[in-house]
């Protein structure tokens, strides 16, 4: 049963960060307009499950009025409201009080604040902090995103490394990561890598909707492109027997994704997400319609 609604506002991002698994930077394309957002809004009013709209990047405050009209939107439908953000603005209560109280205003209930050291170090006191503190000032709840660098943990921390060390602090291995956080981090067999445990593939809670129209169960991973084909059909019409990348990862996980598809896999990988994203990147061309956008796999 779908509840939630993500939407990807936009790809661009203020920061870089080695652990985003969408490339995003300040460089990166793809934005939202309001027509766009009312479009995916009805939609989302058509399923008839959905409860929850967030939105986020990217990093969605670079576009504060499209950000704030659109929770307004979101908010007069009756959905609940959540954004996703670094809070890189909240230089000083003050100046997060500029920034939040327009939303609250508008109707957002919840924010998700990037709060660890690929974004801000090691400073107790930061735009995440300050931010967090205003918004409970202004009755938005709050939760801190901590993602850290990369950290080996022995067998017995984790039963699902079967024996062998695996790897904590958070980062999926898929995106930048793969490029930035993978080096002389231990790997496992691909052979022991049979399932998704990060995704429902088979009843998703939520999907993610970018500003290309792409519908991605996981990021890179598409059902359907709602400018062609309405969001809630491509909802209802979802089979994950019948995609060619969901079916298999359902079936087996990326094991039996690269069994599938031909693809010839590594002695091992670091986790599920690094065998899973090379083995999707190896054969992207072959599946333009469901393994897209380019950028989220750093190929655009």
């Known amino acids: 049963m779908l509840t939630g609604i993500h939407f990807i506002l936009t790809y661009a991002c203020n920061f870089e960060c080695d652990h985003c698994f969408l490339y995003s930077s300040p460089k990166s394309q793809g934005t939202f ?7 995916v809004l009805d939609e989302a009013g058509k399923i008839g499950t959905v409860k929850w709209i967030f939105y986020e990047g990217g990093e969605p405050f670079l576009f504060f ?3 704030n009209e659109s929770i307004r939107r979101a908010s007069a439908r009756g959905f609940k409201v959540g954004v996703v953000t670094n809070a890189y603005g909240a230089n000083s209560e ?8 327009p939303l609250a ?18 400073e107790p006191e930061n735009p995440a902090t300050i931010a967090s503190s205003v918004a409970r000032r202004l009755d938005i709840e709050t939760s801190p995103i901590c993602i850290e660098p990369p950290k080996v943990l022995q067998p017995s ?4 490394g079967k024996g062998h060390p695996v790897v904590g602090g958070g980062a999926k291995f898929r995106g930048r ?3 930035k956080l993978s080096e002389n981090l231990p ?5 022991d890598l049979c399932e998704c445990p990060y995704e429902d593939l088979e009843s998703p809670s939520r999907v993610h909707v970018d500003p290309y129209g792409n519908v991605q169960i996981c990021q890179g991973i598409s059902i359907g492109n709602m400018w062609m084909t309405p969001l809630s059909e491509l909802v209802s019409n979802y089979h994950p027997d019948s995609h060619p990348i969901c079916g298999p990862l359902v079936r087996g996980g990326p094991a039996e994704l690269a069994k599938a598809l031909g693809v010839m896999p590594d002695k091992g990988y670091i986790d599920e997400c690094h065998f899973c994203y090379l083995a999707r990147r190896a054969i992207i061309d072959q599946f333009p319609d469901y393994l897209t956008p380019k950028q989220v796999y750093g190929l655009n």
Not at 33 to 39: A, N, R, W
Not at 157 to 160: E, L, T
Request: proline fraction near 4%; charge should be negative; glycine fraction near 6%.
């Open 33 to 39: 307009t309001i027509s766009q957002v009312t479009k």
């Open 65 to 67: 009025p499209l950000l």
């Open 94 to 101: 003050e100046d997060a009080e500029l920034w939040l109280r």
């Open 105 to 122: 205003e508008s109707g957002v209930s919840f924010l998700n604040i990037s709060n660890d050291t690929f974004h801000y170090g090691e």
């Open 157 to 160: 921390s984790n039963a699902g």
């Open 177 to 179: 990561a793969v490029e």
């Open 187 to 191: 790997l496992r067999p691909w052979n």
